[in-house]
């Protein structure tokens, strides 16, 4: 145990076995990106999957919208300590994205319109454990939340779960994206508390 | 800022409070004295730990308002209803306490005193921290870089730095934005931020400014996509956002 703050009670202890060390639950759904919100139309809006020997596939909004989907009913967890139990989602499961590729990569890079990167075990995103999400609470997803698209990925840190997606770069090296190259940990489990680099 | 190994840096380090000052009835600035402190950049921010009797953990962040001075660095903390963390820190918290601290952490929403661009530097509330650690820092390193600050807030009392901020700074011009109540004495009628505020306070795209907004989510949003639609690159309009966001 830490230093104690002498006089510091805290607020009353839920102990929700749900809520991962230092989150508390959030009643609203915060925002939080590193720059303006970008509006990306959905009738120019294509998603790429590309793997380390060049293959390559890709959809429209509309060829995305005709593969089968699921309806996701996961916690979320950002590492800015907010947690939110429950949230409803519809989207398209990464297997049925990238199950047909022959590919060696054990990594994926994921990239957004604008610019944002972040690295992620290909594992990771496998066996129903991720989804390319383009529903919220059975809506259409906001664009300061992500939409058209973005990646929704819970078991992790929610930064993991990159916003406005384009693409899934395979890969058989791990780099750092985003805010992993500015400090943040490469794998981000919220129940190890892995916040940043060396966590 | 001083390099340290990552690991060293991101470990907690025991901080007590030093001093503080009231920046409005509910907002207080904290000086913390952290001995070994690395240093940091102005926009950075530190994770802070609260722990009581029983173990019992409350973490956030928060950003830092100033330069380091020393092992001395300073949080101004705004009392939020039902805060358990800043309801403490901005309350019954006192000159001596202990408490944890981490950092310093992030490394987009920082200024760096030999970036030669100009720079706009838009609050919203208490948005103001991290921007003020900025105009403080460029005060610090003597340097010229055009600055421009528009600060929006509810009503005058609301104000962070009220007296400083005053003071006159070469290369530093301030606009204020009043959403609910003016001045004594200032003409006109409160309102919210907007194109023109922007267009005339801020820089024209074409100077190639640095845009940090920071406040919470509904400013931010509106301030940014202004921007962009004035011209201004994504790429240099950086944003840190807090609270609830719109929908």
């Known amino acids: ?199 | 800022m001083a390099r340290t190994a990552v690991s060293g840096r991101l470990a907690w380090r025991v901080a007590r409070l030093a001093e503080f000052r009231d920046e409005t009835p509910t907002a207080r600035t904290l000086v913390f004295e952290l001995p070994g402190w690395p240093g940091h950049l102005a926009g950075q921010h530190v994770d802070v730990r609260l722990t009581a009797a029983d173990g019992y953990r409350a973490q956030r962040s928060y950003s830092l308002a100033a330069p380091a001075d020393g092992d001395r660095i300073e949080l101004t903390v705004q009392r939020v209803h039902d805060g358990e963390v800043s309801e403490h820190l901005a309350g019954p918290y006192a000159v001596g306490d202990p408490i944890e601290i981490r950092g310093p952490i992030g490394g987009w929403f920082v200024w760096r005193p030999k970036d030669p661009e100009p720079v706009l530097l838009v609050a919203g509330g208490s948005g103001i921290v991290p921007l003020m650690a900025m105009v403080r820092a460029r005060r610090a390193a003597g340097v010229r870089t055009p600055f421009r600050l528009i600060y929006s807030l509810r009503t005058p009392a609301e104000q962070y730095y009220a007296d400083e901020l005053r003071t006159p700074m070469p290369g530093l011009d301030i606009t204020y934005v009043y959403t609910r109540e003016l001045p004594e004495g200032r003409p006109g009628i409160p309102r919210r931020i907007d194109v023109a505020t922007l267009n005339t306070a801020g820089w024209p795209a074409e100077f190639g400014a640095t845009c940090f907004v920071c406040g919470p989510t509904g400013f931010v949003e509106t301030v940014a996509d202004i921007l962009v639609a004035l011209g201004h690159d994504p790429h240099r309009v950086r944003t840190e956002r807090f609270g609830p966001s719109r929908d």
């Open chain 1, 1 to 199: 145990m830490g230093v104690v703050t002498p006089g510091f009670r805290g607020r009353a202890r839920g102990d929700d076995p749900r809520l991962p060390p230092g989150q508390y639950l959030a009643q609203d759904f915060p925002v939080l990106s590193a720059g303006p919100t970008p509006r990306i139309r959905t009738d120019t809006w294509k998603f790429q999957v590309t793997t380390e020997t060049g293959q390559r596939l890709q959809w429209t909004w509309a060829e995305f919208l005709a593969l089968p989907s699921e309806r996701p009913v996961v916690d979320i967890h950002c590492v800015t300590q907010w947690s939110k139990l429950d949230t409803r989602w519809r989207g398209v499961a990464v297997d049925v994205l990238v199950g047909g590729l022959d590919t060696m990569a054990d990594y994926v890079m994921v990239h957004s319109y604008d610019g944002y990167s972040t690295n992620l075990p290909l594992a990771d995103l496998l066996d129903g454990q991720a989804w390319i999400a383009y529903e919220y609470g059975g809506k259409p997803l906001a664009p300061d939340h992500g939409g058209p698209a973005r990646l929704l990925v819970p078991h992790l840190y929610f930064w993991k779960s990159a916003k406005w997606v384009r693409g899934l770069e395979l890969k058989t090296r791990d780099e750092p994206g985003f805010w992993e190259a500015a400090g943040y940990h490469d794998y981000g489990d919220p129940w190890r508390e892995q916040r940043y680099q060396g966590d």
